[in-house]
């Protein structure tokens, strides 16, 4: 694993320890205030209950974005390397440079794959932990 492909799986590795712990915050957060609000809602409320959705739309798309942009990359990438290997065949003639090239490209698939979860993964994380920071300040729902 390349240093990039380390440092992308220790990113994934931090944004979903920091979302594990994020993520009960804000729901229990905001279903308390679900329960103290009843059928009788404030507008603080319901701006609150209407952000709530729009802001999983918008981190879904986000996300969906993120990682559809890394595997389009991805794609281009094993295009490339099936053309090279199309034009220029007697490269794969010698044993050696056919290992060194299979460990390339599938070392590029790891890095890509790294790269679309920590992309897919950011939006929520970003959203989610600014949430749980928000919600911790406010005092008396």
């Known amino acids: 694993m390349n240093k990039a492909a380390r440092r992308n799986a220790l990113r994934i590795g931090t944004q979903a320890t920091e979302l594990m712990f994020a993520a009960p915050q804000v729901v229990a957060h905001r279903l308390g205030r679900m329960r103290d609000a009843g059928a009788g809602t404030s507008v ?3 701006h609150e209950f209407q952000r709530m959705g729009a802001e999983k739309i918008a981190a879904f798309g ?3 974005n993120q990682m559809a942009l ?12 099936w053309m090279a290997a199309w034009w220029f065949p007697l490269r ?3 044993s050696a440079a056919t290992r060194r090239s299979f460990s390339h490209a599938a070392s590029r698939m790891q890095s890509s794959a790294l790269r679309g979860m920590t992309g897919g993964l950011g939006p929520v994380h970003r959203r989610a932990t600014a949430n749980a920071k ?6 008396g729902r």
């Open 44 to 46: 603080r409320d319901r």
């Open 62 to 64: 986000e996300s969906w």
């Open 70 to 81: 890394q595997m389009l990359k991805a794609n281009q990438q094993m295009a490339e390397a």
């Open 92 to 94: 794969a003639v010698s």
């Open 134 to 139: 928000r919600l911790g300040r406010v005092k």
